[in-house]
């Protein structure tokens, strides 16, 4: 008895965080010395889009609760290309809307014509409410 209680803690140790729901994001991977070589920057960036710190805040709360990192989608239909093509943060479009000092609107939006796919999905985004401290006050 004494050694199934010693090989159950060893287990619990090897797999470490992982049990807690703890996840490393992975890191950015880099391009080779050749190819970024080729990379021009712009002289401004009046055309791009920008996001204030509290914006760019609620966007990660609200992606980090709807796509965690490392999380796929769960399908018992046999063609796993949708539940795949769902997976993946770049299927989504992302609309932020901020209204007063501290309240944002985070909208995900499919596109799974990005993967290749023409089926219709009628629930496949949402749209997240997040306060200026990074709580999440409701989901739709």
């Given at each position: 008895?004494?050694?199934?209680?010693?090989?159950?803690?060893?287990?619990?140790t090897?797999t470490?965080?992982?049990?807690?729901?703890?996840?490393?994001v992975?890191k950015?991977?880099w391009?080779?010395?050749e190819?970024?070589a080729?990379?021009?920057?712009?002289n401004?960036?009046?055309?791009?889009?920008?996001?204030?710190?509290?914006?760019?805040a609620?966007l990660?709360?609200?992606?980090?609760?709807f796509?965690?990192?490392g999380?796929?989608?769960?399908?018992?239909?046999?063609?796993?290309?949708?539940?795949?093509?769902?997976s993946?943060r770049?299927?989504?479009?992302?609309?932020v809307?901020?209204s007063?000092?501290?309240?944002?609107?985070?909208?995900?939006?499919?596109?799974?014509?990005r993967?290749?796919?023409s089926?219709?999905?009628?629930?496949?985004?949402?749209?997240?409410?997040?306060?200026?401290?990074?709580?999440?006050?409701?989901r739709r």
């Open positions: 008895m004494m050694r199934l209680a010693g090989m159950a803690l060893l287990c619990m090897l470490g965080c992982s049990l807690f729901g703890y996840h490393k992975k950015a991977s391009a080779p010395p190819e970024a080729a990379v021009v920057f712009p401004s960036f009046k055309e791009g889009v920008h996001l204030e710190g509290p914006m760019m609620a990660e709360v609200a992606m980090n609760e796509l965690p990192p999380s796929e989608l769960q399908t018992q239909d046999p063609d796993k290309r949708m539940a795949r093509c769902l993946l770049s299927t989504y479009d992302t609309h809307l901020q007063g000092d501290d309240l944002f609107f985070v909208w995900f939006s499919p596109q799974p014509a993967c290749g796919l089926e219709p999905i009628l629930d496949g985004g949402a749209v997240y409410a997040i306060d200026g401290q990074g709580r999440i006050l409701d």
